[in-house]
């Protein structure tokens, strides 16, 4: 089955610098990879998800990149606020979302004012 | 976009009792749909995948007997957690696909306590 590696596990950054987490997955079939961010006691919220056939997506301050013929992907946060801390999840999953994720290990970011 | 409900929120339950959690789809119909388990600063583990006319798929270590799933409607999943230990004291939390697209729609989750 796949399995997702996720680093670091934890993350300090000062406001307004960037943040980056890397994950890399096992299986060669994964065409999906979504990033959550989770709050204490909340369910995890999909801030921003690449398929296979892309090498890079950017929403606002926040992108994914994907290498597949390395099985890494990571998640840039550029212009830190306060309100991004929290856990974030990778994940993988084939069929396009439809399936069942692989989680990583999550990483716990924290904004320093 | 799409949303899911959990009930109850929160439970908590003495040892040796069943709990049954409730997982729906509230705007659209979810032929499949994933109960995940977190327990405190640990990512989400798949539990078993709940398929809307046939039984259950779980993973490998899930005992099917002491976490039961019946997926009774397209729109309703519950699983129920019987004999609870404190060991299963956990953040249960469900998810489904959405038709048409690539996103996994979240519960809110139910935190069990079991005493």
């Known amino acids: 089955g796949e399995n997702v590696e996720q680093h670091p596990s934890t993350l300090s950054v000062q406001e307004g610098d960037s943040a980056v987490i890397k994950c890399t997955y096992s299986?060669?079939?994964?065409?999906?990879f979504p990033w959550y961010k989770q709050e204490l006691g909340k369910r995890p919220q999909l801030i921003i998800d690449?398929?296979?056939?892309?090498g890079e997506k950017k929403d606002q301050r926040i992108a994914v990149t994907l290498n597949k013929t390395a099985k890494h992907f990571s998640l840039h946060i550029t212009e830190t606020q306060p309100e991004d801390s929290a856990v974030y999840f990778c994940a993988a999953t084939f069929n396009f979302g439809n399936e069942k994720l692989t989680f990583g290990t999550g990483t716990r970011l924290t904004i320093i004012p | 976009g799409a949303v899911v409900s959990q009930h109850p929120s929160w439970v908590i339950c003495k040892s040796g009792t069943s709990v049954k959690i409730e997982c729906r789809s509230l705007d659209f119909q979810a032929t499949t749909m994933f109960w995940y388990r977190q327990f405190p600063k640990q990512s989400l583990m798949l539990m078993a995948t709940s398929n809307e006319g046939s039984k259950a798929t779980y993973e490998q270590g899930v005992e099917k007997d002491k976490f039961l799933i019946n997926h009774a409607s397209l729109t309703l999943s519950t699983l129920t957690v019987t004999s609870a230990h404190p060991e299963d004291s956990s953040f249960y939390i469900c998810?489904?696909?959405?038709?048409?697209?690539?996103?996994?729609?979240f519960g809110p989750g139910t935190r069990l306590t079991v005493t």
């Open positions: 998810s489904a696909p959405t038709p048409l697209s690539n996103e996994q729609y």
């Open positions: 299986d060669s079939a994964s065409n999906y």
């Open positions: 690449i398929r296979s056939n892309v």
